[in-house]
Each structure stands twice: as structure tokens, then as C-alpha cells.
């Protein structure tokens, strides 16, 4: 209908220049244009007409207005005007045709694959058109981008889909030759996370206009799909993990299904959920790290009955269970219950220990847990790398005083540089009353303490959940969420409680207790620097232990929950990462280590090597160079030949002197990203089009792109005037202008 009113398809108006062909200056236009309205309106307002004197000054107005337009029309018409386009020059320019040909294609909508469907369209409308005007190049497009001779060649078996590398190559090229256009057939799944601004850049240089047309629903009708498994990369022992599992789904709503945690071929956990509209929804599920080492974690949704894409309802993530203990320092300023009952919990946890300084009287220490006679001989450490040697710190019912500057400094140090974990307890010396409302405590503390004495009451109080604290893994006492809560509501009372004061703005608080009616926050945490600081105002848990029957191990599992908590994130001096930890189709990825001397400042000049162990157990050795501009980081490039998981155990020396290791993993998977949003990308088809001045089309609009084609700036091109004076629409307006005065002059009785 545009062309049919227009002349001319509306990529002509949309690249081209509005010009004049007409000899007469514009002047005498616009000076013609505004003589002939004032005329007329001399006429009509000021002669003695019998328009003037039949009608009111406002219907005057309009017709004034409708006969200066007729006017207006007929004067521009006289200057000839013209649309001035670039257009490409037939037969000497190239147009690229690129298809894509990865699995994605080889998806059948109604009846036919996406692939037969572009292969069909091309043979019957696109290319006996455009061979007539162009030189035509056939490309197909998975992982890469290729010449074909014929369409004969494509499969539809790519296990990848770069559109931006393939693009970027044909840029390339353009720059020797002449390429005029470029056409796009694909679903638009890209599986490269989209198209650089950097190719877009290029091809908008070039002037190379990117035509797409889109192929395949843009929604699948019946489908559940995992989009995305967000799981630490790295667990203690036994500890238990959460993974937040995000889920897409079209067809299922309100349906149940079944998600499954397998580890080793075994499965780990397993719950319900119910399916729901409205985008993506996030469901977490919690599962045990078990032993140490290396493992797979698959994650999958159990297939629905008629789902049309079973594929994309699993991933797989590769977990490292470290199976060192963390060491933790427990300072406690005079023997109580809750030292003897927190010692006791977690005693036989494989993944802690805690070594202790008591204050049994004034000038006496008893020690535990520790490794050698020398261990704290002397009391508190006094240098912070002595203290480093500790991933934990917990500070019981001990005042401020008892630690010197130098140590109060220390431990600052061991929270800020360090990265490790400061744990608060409540005590008769503790907090307000231990006079930790002073630098560094102040700062360290996840709380403003309140300005006063006394903030510890030795009353029977009741534990409470907040509702982070309910899906927070420190307070889960059973494997279940739901479980967990109701049992800390049946928790005996707490012996005693300490008023902490007002958490701070990026505090979380865990768990609260009421007094008088007044919450009053009991477990709050927050991080500080490179770790972490919590307080448990209370020195009185053991009640857990103590009231309830043996076989109850609430009390046990919170304080290990805690304390792993406390220490489980504490790095090492060599901390390692990879740049991707799932490489999809492309195995390039960058090893980075961070490495700190025995003082956790950064270090140059280390040795740091890579063994990177692959899926066969075959291995190779890495060396690790240091970044100019980054003290301390360390950095390598390699390429993961094939699929599987893979380990990197980077280590780090000074001479001879090791200063530490760390294990980082990662997984290659060719293949597996086509199987995940297999639906049309036309969001991606229609942001490339219009970026690089081409045009989006779907199947049925495509008969349309060879008119439309030869309008672009690149290739070999000539300027051409198309004339707008004789337009179907430009009659059709003068005819509408001289219908609607008619029609009004017949309605207001002036004809």
C-alpha cells in the first residue's frame, strides 16, 4: 500500500534527501506561497463577498486555510520535487547473502525446519531477483563464517552461533570489495552474548547495511527451560550450598515439576516447584558439598509431558570441595557455658578447627587446640602476620582493653587486608559493655552500639527468624527452609541476651529477639573490606544443647553454620579465577591469580605456574606473567582443547620460599548453548538492522528486500532524483482538500 501511494518503497524516504529540481529559486516559492494565502484572505475577510457575509470568522479560517493548502500543492508541484538517494549500480556490486547454520535451524516450525523455510524463500523469491541487479555470495554462518557455492551445502549442524565474529569477518572483506548490501537469514540465537559494539561500529563505518530476516516463533508454545545456575564456584567439606536456578517456561503455568541436584551420578537433592507466568522466576535448592575434590553439579528440571524442548532443562557446573580445615581464634575473656558448649559443636567437623585463649584469672591463659607448645605462648599475637596465620577470629565476653593498639590494629588488618572473619559474641565484656564503641571496633562492628553501660541482661530470651535469616544458610538447622524455621520457633529460650544496637545501613540481620515488645537484633552480619564481621548478641545458645533431647543437634549445626561461615571465605595468599567459568564453543579463556606476601600486601616478581588438568587427567603447566598496571596479579591465556571440566592448581614461590596455591575450575561444552533459547531472537535481528541502516523482515515481508536493497551508501553507488510531483498521493491529498471545502461549503449552506 506504501509503494502504491508513494511510488517508491519507504527505504527510499528513510535514506534520502528532500530536494527541488525546479530552475526557479526557493524564494520565489515560499514568497509565492505566502502572496496567495494573504490574497485569499483579503478576499475573504476584508472583500464584501457573499462568503464573508454568510458565515462566522472561524469557518472563514478553515476554508481560508484548506484553499491556501490547494495553492501550497499546486506551487510545490511547479518546483518539481524530488527525493535524492544513493543507490547501488546494477551488476557491479556484490550482495551478501549469509544463512545460518547451526542446530538452532534444524528446529521444525510448522512443519518445515527453519532452515528448509530460508533455503525455500531464497530459491523462489530471493535470488532470481537479486541476480538480476547484483553479483550474489552465498555464506553460511555457525561458529564461523564460510563461503559456499551453492545452498546444497548447509546442514543446519553448526554447534555454535557467533553472528558478531561472522559479521565482523564480512566487514573485513568489504574493504576490498565491493560489497553493496548484506542479508541476514537466521533465528537471531546468538550464542556469543550479542553482537560487539565494536563490529557494530565497524559496519556502521563501512556504510554495510545488515538486512536480517527472522525465522522460527518468537515464543515456543509448550517449553521449560534452566537459563541460568548461580552456584559457588568453590565449598568447604560437607558443607551445605544453595543454588539460585533461574527458570523460563511458556505453556506450564501453574504446573508442577520436578527439580533434580545430581553429583557423581547420584542425586543430592531433589524438591517441587510450582511453574509461574510473568518472565523468569528464581527458585533455590540446597544440597551437601560432600567430600573433597573436584565434581560435576547438574542441575535439571524433570521433563513435562509434551514440552518441546527437553535440552535446554539441565546445566552443569563443576564444584571444588576443599578439604583443608579453617582455622579459627576464639578469645574469651572468662570461663562460661557457651565457650565449653561452642568448643563441643563443632570438635569432630572435619572442615574446622578452633584453637582458644580462656582467661581463667587475671594473668592466666589456657590454651587449646593448639598446633605446637609455642602456639599463643605469649598471649594474643602481636604482629598481624601471626594473626594472618588464623581464617577466623571470634571475640567472646572480653573488653576492648584487654587488646593493645597494635593489636586492635592487627585485627582490623586481619578483617580489612586479609579478607578474614571477625566474629562478636555477647558477653558481660562485650560490646557496649566491653567498650568496643571506639576505632577500630567501631568500624569493624556491623552495629552502632548503643551509648551506654549495662546492655547485657542475664533474662531468658526467645530467638526469632527475620526473613533473610530464613533463607540465609547460617541459620539452617534442617535441610528444608520451611522446616528450618518452625524448628528455631520451638528453640528453648536463650539464657541471656545483650542489646547490640542499631544495625548499620549494609548490615543484614539474621535473627532477633523480643523485649517488652521491642525487636531487638540478635544476629547481624555484614562485609568489610576483603571479609566479613558478624555479632551473636548472646552468650547464652547452650541452652540448645542443654534442654533439649541428644538426639537434637540444632544447637551443633547452627554454630558450625556459623563458624564456617566465619572462616569459609577467607582467601589465601594466592587467590585464582578464571575470566569465564563455562566456555561455550569457544575454549579461550584467561587465568588471573592474585598473589600477597606473608603481610597479604601484593608481591611482584613471583613465580606463577599453572597445572591445569584435563578431563582425560592428562596435564599441563602454565606459567603466569605479571600485569604491568596490577601490583600482585598475574595472568596467562590458554585454550581448553576439548569438552569436560578442568582444574587449575596455581601456585606461587618467591625463590624458594612458597608463598601458596589456590584451585580454580572451569567447563568447556560445545553444542550446549543451542539448545537454550531456541525461540526467534527478533529483538537481536531487529537492534543489527537498525543499527547498520538495513531492515528487519519476517518470512512472509522478505519478497519485498530486493526492491528495497539497492538503497545504500556502500559498494560502487550513484546519486539518483526520484520525482514526488506526480504521486498517487499528492492527488489523492488535492483531491481530499477540494472534497472536504466542498462538503463543508455544502453543510454551512455557501456553495
Same mark, same amino acid.
Given at each position: 500500500m506504501f509503494e502504491f501511494l508513494f511510488k517508491y518503497p519507504a527505504s527510499v524516504f528513510s535514506k534520502g534527501t528532500f530536494v527541488l529540481l525546479g530552475s526557479w529559486p526557493k524564494w520565489v516559492l515560499v514568497a509565492g506561497i505566502v502572496a496567495s494565502a494573504a490574497l485569499l484572505a483579503w478576499v475573504i475577510w476584508r472583500g464584501s463577498t457573499r462568503l464573508a457575509r454568510s458565515v462566522t470568522k472561524a469557518r472563514a479560517a478553515v476554508l481560508?486555510?484548506?484553499?491556501?493548502?490547494?495553492?501550497?500543492?499546486?506551487?510545490?508541484?511547479?518546483?518539481?520535487?524530488?527525493?535524492?538517494?544513493?543507490?547501488?549500480?546494477?551488476?557491479?556490486? #556484490?550482495?551478501? @547473502?549469509? +544463512?545460518?547454520? !547451526?542446530?538452532?535451524?534444524?528446529? =521444525?516450525?510448522?512443519?518445515?525446519? %527453519?532452515?528448509? &523455510?530460508?533455503?525455500?524463500?531464497?530459491?523462489?523469491?530471493?535470488?532470481?531477483?537479486?541476480?538480476k541487479q547484483y553479483q550474489v555470495r552465498l555464506y553460511r554462518l555457525d561458529s564461523s563464517l564460510k563461503r559456499i557455492p551453492d545452498l546444497q551445502q548447509l546442514r543446519a549442524s553448526g554447534t555454535a552461533t557467533q553472528l558478531g565474529a561472522g559479521l565482523r569477518q564480512l566487514a573485513d572483506e568489504a574493504a576490498t570489495l565491493p560489497v553493496g548490501s548484506v542479508i541476514l537469514l537466521s533465528d537471531g540465537a546468538d550464542n556469543s552474548g550479542g553482537i560487539g559494539s565494536e563490529t557494530m561500529?565497524?559496519?556502521?563505518?563501512?556504510?554495510?547495511?545488515?538486512?536480517?530476516?527472522?525465522?522460527?516463533?518468537?515464543?515456543?508454545?509448550?517449553?521449560?527451560? #534452566?537459563?541460568? @545456575?548461580? +552456584?559457588?564456584? !568453590?565449598?568447604?567439606?560437607?558443607? =551445605?550450598?544453595?543454588?539460585?536456578? %533461574?527458570?523460563? &517456561?511458556?505453556?506450564?503455568?501453574?504446573?508442577?515439576?520436578?527439580?533434580?541436584?545430581t553429583s557423581g551420578g547420584n542425586v543430592v537433592a531433589s524438591?517441587?516447584?510450582?511453574?509461574?507466568?510473568?518472565?523468569?522466576?528464581?527458585?533455590?535448592?540446597?544440597?551437601?558439598?560432600?567430600?573433597?575434590?573436584?565434581?560435576?553439579?547438574?542441575?535439571?528440571?524433570?521433563?513435562?509431558?509434551?514440552?518441546?524442548?527437553?535440552?535446554?532443562?539441565?546445566?552443569?557446573?563443576?564444584?571444588?570441595?576443599?578439604?583443608?580445615?579453617?582455622?579459627?581464634?576464639?578469645?574469651?575473656?572468662?570461663?562460661?557455658?557457651?565457650y565449653k558448649f561452642l568448643r563441643r559443636a563443632v570438635e569432630?567437623?572435619?572442615?574446622?578447627?578452633?584453637?582458644?585463649?580462656?582467661?581463667?584469672?587475671?594473668?592466666?591463659?589456657?590454651?587449646q587446640g593448639i598446633s605446637n607448645v609455642n602456639e599463643l605462648l605469649d598471649g594474643f599475637p602481636l604482629k598481624p602476620e601471626d594473626l594472618f596465620a588464623y581464617q577466623g577470629l571470634i571475640l567472646g565476653s572480653v573488653e576492648s582493653g584487654f587488646f593493645?593498639?597494635?593489636?586492635?590494629?592487627?585485627?582490623?588488618?586481619?578483617?580489612?587486608?586479609?579478607?578474614?572473619?571477625?566474629?562478636?559474641?555477647?558477653?558481660?565484656?562485650?560490646?557496649?559493655?566491653?567498650?568496643?564503641?571506639?576505632?577500630?571496633?567501631?568500624?569493624?562492628?556491623?552495629?552502632?552500639?548503643?551509648?551506654r553501660k549495662n546492655t547485657f541482661h542475664r533474662d531468658l530470651a526467645a530467638a526469632e527468624l527475620t526473613e533473610p535469616g530464613k533463607k540465609s544458610l547460617i541459620c539452617r538447622i534442617?535441610?528444608?527452609?520451611?522446616?528450618?524455621?518452625?524448628?528455631?520457633?520451638?528453640?528453648?529460650?536463650?539464657?541471656?541476651?545483650?542489646?547490640?544496637?542499631?544495625?548499620?545501613?549494609?548490615?543484614?540481620?539474621?535473627?532477633?529477639?523480643?523485649?517488652?515488645?521491642?525487636?531487638?537484633?540478635?544476629?547481624?552480619?555484614?562485609?568489610?573490606?576483603?571479609?566479613?564481621?558478624?555479632?551473636?548478641?548472646?552468650?547464652?545458645?547452650?541452652?540448645?544443647?542443654?534442654?533439649?533431647?541428644?538426639?537434637?543437634?540444632?544447637?551443633?549445626?547452627?554454630?558450625?553454620?556459623?563458624?564456617?561461615?566465619?572462616?569459609?571465605?577467607?582467601?589465601?595468599?594466592?587467590?585464582?579465577?578464571?575470566?569465564e567459568t563455562e566456555l561455550n564453543d569457544n575454549g579461550r579463556i584467561e587465568l588471573r591469580a592474585e598473589v600477597r606476601d606473608k603481610s597479604y600486601l601484593p608481591t611482584s616478581g613471583a613465580d606463577v605456574q599453572a597445572r591445569i588438568i584435563e578431563p582425560d587427567g592428562s596435564a599441563e603447566t602454565v606459567p603466569l606473567?605479571?600485569?604491568?598496571?596490577?601490583?600482585?596479579?598475574?595472568?596467562?591465556?590458554?585454550?581448553?582443547?576439548?569438552?569436560?571440566?578442568?582444574?587449575?592448581?596455581?601456585?606461587?614461590?618467591?625463590?624458594?620460599?612458597?608463598?601458596g596455591s589456590d584451585v580454580t575450575t572451569f567447563r568447556r561444552e560445545d553444542g550446549a548453548a543451542e539448545n537454550f533459547r531456541r525461540e526467534q531472537n527478533r529483538e537481536l535481528l531487529q537492534k543489527l538492522a537498525d543499527q547498520t541502516g538495513g531492515h528487519y523482515y519476517s518470512g512472509r515481508d522478505a519478497k519485498k528486500l530486493p526492491s528495497e536493497i539497492s538503497f545504500s551508501e556502500a559498494g560502487i553507488t550513484a546519486r539518483e532524483n526520484k520525482d514526488l510531483w506526480n504521486m498517487p498521493a499528492v492527488f489523492l491529498i488535492l483531491l481530499g482538500i477540494r472534497s472536504t471545502e466542498w462538503l463543508l461549503r455544502r453543510r454551512w449552506g455557501v456553495v
Amino acid at each position: 500500500m506504501f509503494e502504491f501511494l508513494f511510488k517508491y518503497p519507504a527505504s527510499v524516504f528513510s535514506k534520502g534527501t528532500f530536494v527541488l529540481l525546479g530552475s526557479w529559486p526557493k524564494w520565489v516559492l515560499v514568497a509565492g506561497i505566502v502572496a496567495s494565502a494573504a490574497l485569499l484572505a483579503w478576499v475573504i475577510w476584508r472583500g464584501s463577498t457573499r462568503l464573508a457575509r454568510s458565515v462566522t470568522k472561524a469557518r472563514a479560517a478553515v476554508l481560508w486555510m484548506l484553499q491556501s493548502a490547494t495553492i501550497a500543492v499546486l506551487l510545490l508541484r511547479r518546483w518539481e520535487p524530488a527525493i535524492s538517494v544513493t543507490a547501488l549500480r546494477p551488476q557491479q556490486n #556484490i550482495v551478501a @547473502v549469509v +544463512l545460518d547454520d !547451526s542446530n538452532s535451524m534444524g528446529v =521444525r516450525d510448522s512443519g518445515s525446519t %527453519r532452515e528448509q &523455510q530460508a533455503i525455500e524463500l531464497l530459491n523462489t523469491r530471493l535470488l532470481p531477483e537479486l541476480r538480476k541487479q547484483y553479483q550474489v555470495r552465498l555464506y553460511r554462518l555457525d561458529s564461523s563464517l564460510k563461503r559456499i557455492p551453492d545452498l546444497q551445502q548447509l546442514r543446519a549442524s553448526g554447534t555454535a552461533t557467533q553472528l558478531g565474529a561472522g559479521l565482523r569477518q564480512l566487514a573485513d572483506e568489504a574493504a576490498t570489495l565491493p560489497v553493496g548490501s548484506v542479508i541476514l537469514l537466521s533465528d537471531g540465537a546468538d550464542n556469543s552474548g550479542g553482537i560487539g559494539s565494536e563490529t557494530m561500529a565497524e559496519l556502521r563505518r563501512r556504510r554495510l547495511p545488515v538486512n536480517t530476516v527472522g525465522f522460527g516463533r518468537e515464543t515456543l508454545a509448550h517449553d521449560v527451560e #534452566i537459563s541460568e @545456575v548461580e +552456584l559457588p564456584s !568453590s565449598a568447604l567439606a560437607n558443607s =551445605r550450598l544453595q543454588a539460585a536456578v %533461574r527458570i523460563r &517456561q511458556n505453556g506450564f503455568d501453574g504446573k508442577r515439576a520436578t527439580m533434580v541436584v545430581t553429583s557423581g551420578g547420584n542425586v543430592v537433592a531433589s524438591r517441587d516447584v510450582t511453574l509461574v507466568d510473568g518472565g523468569q522466576q528464581l527458585e533455590n535448592i540446597e544440597f551437601d558439598a560432600g567430600k573433597s575434590g573436584v565434581k560435576d553439579v547438574e542441575v535439571k528440571i524433570q521433563p513435562l509431558p509434551g514440552e518441546e524442548n527437553t535440552a535446554n532443562n539441565r546445566v552443569t557446573r563443576v564444584l571444588s570441595v576443599d578439604g583443608t580445615k579453617r582455622r579459627i581464634l576464639y578469645v574469651e575473656g572468662e570461663p562460661r557455658w557457651e565457650y565449653k558448649f561452642l568448643r563441643r559443636a563443632v570438635e569432630d567437623d572435619p572442615a574446622l578447627e578452633v584453637v582458644s585463649m580462656l582467661r581463667t584469672t587475671q594473668n592466666k591463659i589456657y590454651r587449646q587446640g593448639i598446633s605446637n607448645v609455642n602456639e599463643l605462648l605469649d598471649g594474643f599475637p602481636l604482629k598481624p602476620e601471626d594473626l594472618f596465620a588464623y581464617q577466623g577470629l571470634i571475640l567472646g565476653s572480653v573488653e576492648s582493653g584487654f587488646f593493645t593498639r597494635t593489636q586492635q590494629e592487627a585485627i582490623r588488618e586481619f578483617v580489612d587486608r586479609r579478607g578474614g572473619g571477625l566474629l562478636f559474641l555477647g558477653g558481660r565484656s562485650s560490646l557496649s559493655d566491653g567498650d568496643y564503641n571506639v576505632p577500630p571496633f567501631s568500624e569493624l562492628l556491623p552495629v552502632k552500639l548503643p551509648g551506654r553501660k549495662n546492655t547485657f541482661h542475664r533474662d531468658l530470651a526467645a530467638a526469632e527468624l527475620t526473613e533473610p535469616g530464613k533463607k540465609s544458610l547460617i541459620c539452617r538447622i534442617e535441610n528444608d527452609a520451611e522446616k528450618s524455621a518452625d524448628h528455631w520457633n520451638v528453640l528453648p529460650y536463650l539464657a541471656d541476651y545483650q542489646d547490640p544496637g542499631t544495625p548499620k545501613a549494609g548490615a543484614v540481620v539474621l535473627a532477633q529477639t523480643n523485649v517488652g515488645g521491642k525487636r531487638v537484633p540478635l544476629l547481624v552480619t555484614e562485609n568489610y573490606g576483603r571479609g566479613r564481621t558478624g555479632v551473636f548478641a548472646t552468650g547464652g545458645s547452650w541452652r540448645w544443647r542443654m534442654q533439649q533431647p541428644v538426639a537434637d543437634i540444632s544447637q551443633e549445626t547452627f554454630w558450625r553454620q556459623l563458624l564456617r561461615w566465619t572462616a569459609g571465605g577467607t582467601p589465601s595468599r594466592v587467590v585464582a579465577s578464571p575470566s569465564e567459568t563455562e566456555l561455550n564453543d569457544n575454549g579461550r579463556i584467561e587465568l588471573r591469580a592474585e598473589v600477597r606476601d606473608k603481610s597479604y600486601l601484593p608481591t611482584s616478581g613471583a613465580d606463577v605456574q599453572a597445572r591445569i588438568i584435563e578431563p582425560d587427567g592428562s596435564a599441563e603447566t602454565v606459567p603466569l606473567r605479571a600485569q604491568a598496571l596490577s601490583p600482585g596479579v598475574y595472568g596467562a591465556s590458554w585454550t581448553a582443547p576439548k569438552n569436560g571440566s578442568y582444574v587449575a592448581e596455581i601456585s606461587a614461590k618467591s625463590g624458594e620460599t612458597a608463598l601458596g596455591s589456590d584451585v580454580t575450575t572451569f567447563r568447556r561444552e560445545d553444542g550446549a548453548a543451542e539448545n537454550f533459547r531456541r525461540e526467534q531472537n527478533r529483538e537481536l535481528l531487529q537492534k543489527l538492522a537498525d543499527q547498520t541502516g538495513g531492515h528487519y523482515y519476517s518470512g512472509r515481508d522478505a519478497k519485498k528486500l530486493p526492491s528495497e536493497i539497492s538503497f545504500s551508501e556502500a559498494g560502487i553507488t550513484a546519486r539518483e532524483n526520484k520525482d514526488l510531483w506526480n504521486m498517487p498521493a499528492v492527488f489523492l491529498i488535492l483531491l481530499g482538500i477540494r472534497s472536504t471545502e466542498w462538503l463543508l461549503r455544502r453543510r454551512w449552506g455557501v456553495v
